[in-house]
């Protein structure tokens, strides 16, 4: 059995009041069937949109997505409870992503102010001040979604020696140069076409391609990746919704439909020889074999069973979905069919414990 922490946006969506009962939500997965039992809401905080557990277990952290962004510091007991310990800044507005794959800092991608914010982590676990901010600046030419720098993903490059930030304001994933006990501006990774919209990136297993999930352009963006200087270079785009497949869109207020066909991919994950991303609008997973070179080929693409795919897990054979505004989760088994569903109100995040 495997234990799932879920964040939560406040039942209404994003950018709605919060503290209306969202909070951070336990669910058990039966590792050999994939069905999801015992969701119970744990501790109620207002919108942990995504959580990250600390290596040793003990520890999970919470990115509370509100205008003066925080970072809460939760001890997790044997039981599977939760207690908290601090809140602290999280180094800018409405954070969306928070990062322990630095030792002994817990990164913060901070997307409405397009900052890094940066906390020390002390031996017990705990994150606390001063917390570092780094700014960006730069704009896209989607007005409404590029009119400035948004900090949406943070993340280790392969050789550990520097820290990604993906900004979807800006089409470029910035890099931060390691330093004893903090990280330093180190210019720009990677510039991807104009419109983009980078929003998640992941790594082949040999370090040599990164993979990049363009939200507003509604492709995956494959970079070869130079690990020494942490640098990449577009080599191949492709489709992350498959051909035919169609979308369906609530028309509602919360739709930033920028495609024509109102598709926005949310999160991708590299799992073993495969790239999978989730694209909200279109509400489906697709997967693409990646080759021996790197490139992306035989993309499929498979229905969710509800609308708005945020996020996603791999856990063993399974993946499972937060599907946002249908108030779901749904296990997909290795031919992605439908194996379990469950209801939550409107999941954003998924963390194995």
């Known amino acids: 059995m495997t234990r799932l922490w879920i964040g939560t946006y406040p039942e209404a969506g994003a950018g709605t009041p919060v503290g209306l009962g969202e909070g951070v ?25 995504f959580l990250a557990v600390a290596p040793d277990g003990r520890t ?18 044997e039981r599977g409870g939760l207690t908290e310990r601090t809140r602290v800044p999280s180094g800018g507005a409405y ?14 991608a901070n997307y409405g102010s397009g900052t890094l914010g ?15 901010a780094h700014a960006h600046v730069g704009t896209g030419p989607v007005e409404d979604r590029q009119e400035g720098p948004h900090a949406h993903f ?35 990774a990677v510039t991807l076409p104009p ?30 990746w130079d690990p020494e200087t942490a640098t990449g270079t577009p080599v191949q785009t492709v489709p992350a919704v498959g051909a035919g497949v169609p979308v369906v869109g609530d028309g509602g207020a919360h739709d930033p439909v920028r495609h024509p066909d109102g598709a926005l991919p949310s999160h991708l994950v590299v799992d073993g020889d495969e790239v ?16 021996g070179d790197g490139l992306l ?28 505004r249908a108030h779901l989760l749904t296990v997909l088994g290795p031919d992605g069919e439908i194996v379990s569903t469950l209801p939550l109100p409107s999941p954003t995040c998924l963390a194995p414990a």
């Open 25 to 49: 939500w336990r669910v058990d997965l039966d590792d050999a069937t994939g069905v999801l039992s015992d969701a119970e809401l744990v501790l109620t905080l207002p919108s942990p949109s």
């Open 297 to 324: 080929a035989d993309g499929r693409t498979h229905a969710l069973g509800g609308h708005w795919p945020r996020h996603f897990v791999v856990v063993g054979p399974w993946v499972v979905v937060a599907l946002e």
């Open 154 to 188: 943070v993340t280790v490059a392969p050789g550990g020696r520097h820290l990604l930030v993906v900004d979807l304001g800006t089409d470029e994933v910035r890099r931060y140069r390691r330093a004893e006990d903090r990280v330093e501006p180190d210019g720009v």
């Open 95 to 108: 954070p969306c992503h928070v990062s322990t794959d630095v030792d002994g800092l817990v990164a913060v």
């Open 60 to 77: 999970l952290y919470a990115a509370l997505e509100v205008e003066d962004g925080q970072v809460v510091t939760l001890d997790v007991d």
């Open 118 to 132: 940066v906390l020390p982590v002390a031996a017990d676990g705990e994150a606390g001040e001063p917390v570092a």
């Open 195 to 224: 419109g983009t919209g980078p929003r998640h990136l992941d790594f082949a297993p040999d370090g040599r391609t990164a993979y990049v999930a363009g939200e507003l352009d509604v492709q995956v963006h494959v970079l070869a």
């Open 276 to 291: 999978l991303v989730a694209v909200r609008g279109a509400d489906v997973l697709t997967r693409y074999r990646i080759g």
